[in-house]
């Protein structure tokens, strides 16, 4: 199984405070995600400055279009995004639309998986062509109580089974990582546990040895 990816989820406000984690953080992370929070409080400027100053990175939007596919997929990826984020509760159509701009750039679309969704939408998505998705335990439910648990496990496994590769994101520190173990787990994302740590590369590194150890060298 191909060992997941580590994605940092920049959720500051201030794109400064994002720059200055990425100056440690970068060399241990695969994936940069200008988070949702950094795009509303900066714009696309978040994603220019990003993409210019680590152009080897993945880099991703996480702007959770519901509409609009076509211009908020452009907007992400004129700025110089590989990956934009598109909510599971928006249409067909928009994913569809967001899909076609994305590959116009050689780039793809992620559907944000939060609130109500099905495995016959996943099914639908496949078929037009998305082939990941983010399954995510908000921010909010996590902080009323909401942990993990055995549907979530089998809910990314089915995902899997049907052509979708799911990352892992919400509040997510690498103790977590364990529960996860045996599904292909495409990256794991995470915000807070990163660039809030007293030590970020620290954490970064604790990330990265679960992921050794639980998806092998
Ligand atoms: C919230 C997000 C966050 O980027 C994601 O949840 C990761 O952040 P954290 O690890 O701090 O929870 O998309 O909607
Ligand atoms: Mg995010």
Redesign the pocket.
């Known amino acids: 199984m191909t060992q997941p990816q580590l994605q940092v989820?920049l959720?500051q406000l201030a794109l400064a405070e994002a720059l200055q984690s990425l100056t440690l953080l970068a060399p241990h992370i695969d994936i940069i995600?200008a988070?949702?929070l950094l795009c509303c409080s900066v714009g696309m400027q978040a994603v220019r400055t990003l993409r210019e100053a680590y152009p080897q990175h993945t880099l991703v939007a996480?702007l959770k279009a519901a509409d609009a596919g076509e211009t908020m997929t452009r907007l992400a990826m004129d700025a110089g995004a590989d990956w934009t984020t598109v909510i599971c509760a928006a249409p067909l159509a928009t994913i569809e639309k967001a899909h076609e701009t994305a590959e116009e750039y050689g780039g793809e679309i992620q559907i944000e998986l939060f609130g109500h969704w099905t495995l016959n939408d996943a099914r639908d998505w496949q078929r037009i062509g998305i082939r990941q998705a983010i399954y995510?335990r908000?921010?909010d439910a996590q902080a009323k109580g909401q942990g993990w648990s055995a549907t979530d496990l089998d809910l990314l496994r089915a995902l899997a089974d049907i052509g979708i590769a799911p990352s892992v994101?919400?509040?997510?520190d690498a103790q977590d990582l364990a529960l996860f173990k045996g599904i292909p787990v495409r990256a794991f994302?995470?915000?807070?546990?990163l660039y809030g740590a007293p030590e970020p590369a620290a954490a970064a590194q604790a990330f990265r040895q679960q992921i050794r150890q639980y998806w092998g060298q």
């Open positions: 989820a959720d995600e988070g949702t996480d995510h908000g921010r994101t919400g509040g997510l994302i995470a915000g807070r546990a």
